[in-house]
């Protein structure tokens, strides 16, 4: 039983951790495009990917009950993020996003398992996003001044320029789009269930396949490094 307990849970880290990096991978290429620049932090890679991020992360760790799983795809996101080394060289535009997921992923599987949720459309879940985006923008500030960043944290003028931006601002920006989702989902689940919408489709049984979990990292893997070359 244990065995196979172990065994979903890798189809179950090999699938979200894959779906994450594709959305690194496209999403991420698209918007930093110069065209998406000028909404500012309103349409930036931190306030759309990120809240996608814990919509995965949460999705796993309701199907595996283990944060541990949660910490496992952030790596494996990371991992696939790192192969655009294999085009531009392993520098500091390579490593430091593969740093920055596994560091979010760190946040978030612990608040998770701090706050136990039983649902993904739960207060409990929303309140694990905001404990983990607002701990996951603080160590990126730190993380920034290890690798020869602005130290926000020289002098208050140093703080209001260089970290209120991420910690407040792109914070909020970021928990309400989650917030904004989660209602969204919530809203067409509901009206599914009113007008009594039957689906025959399990997610579940689709995850739960080594040839889902191959194909998923493959395509991510693919799209990662295609797009790094387009």
């Known amino acids: 039983m244990e065995q196979k307990l172990s065994t979903k849970m890798i189809f179950q ?7 994450w990096g594709i959305v690194e991978a496209t999403l991420g290429t698209i918007l930093h495009l110069p065209a998406f620049d000028a909404p500012g932090i309103y349409l930036c890679s ?4 990120i809240p996608i991020a814990y919509c995965l992360m949460a999705n796993c760790y309701k199907r595996t009950g283990s944060f541990y799983s949660v910490y496992l795809m952030g790596v494996l996101a990371g991992v696939i993020k790192l192969t655009t080394a294999f085009i531009i060289g392993f520098i500091n535009r390579v490593y430091m996003p593969a740093i920055y997921i596994v560091v979010e992923a760190l946040a978030m599987g ?3 398992a701090v706050f136990k949720p039983k649902n993904v459309l739960s207060l409990k879940t ?3 996003v905001v404990i983990a985006n607002t701990v996951y ?8 001044i290890a690798d020869g960043g602005q130290n926000v944290f020289a002098s208050l003028e140093a703080w209001r320029s260089g970290a209120e931006k991420y910690i407040l601002s792109i914070n909020f920006v970021a928990c309400f789009y989650t917030l904004a989702l989660g209602g969204a989902v919530y809203g067409l689940l509901k009206l599914a269930e009113k007008k009594n919408w039957n689906f025959k489709f399990s997610l579940d049984k689709i995850i739960y396949s080594p040839i889902t979990a ?3 990292v493959a395509l991510a893997l693919v799209l990662t490094i295609t797009l790094k070359l387009v």
Not at 137 to 144: A, K, N, P, S
Request: hydrophobic content about 65%; glycine content about 4%.
């Open 110 to 112: 612990t608040a998770l």
């Open 46 to 49: 931190s306030t759309i990917i």
């Open 137 to 144: 923008q603080f160590m990126y500030l730190v993380i920034r």
């Open 126 to 128: 929303f309140a694990s």
């Open 13 to 19: 880290v090999f699938f979200w951790g894959a779906l």
């Open 214 to 216: 191959s194909v998923s």
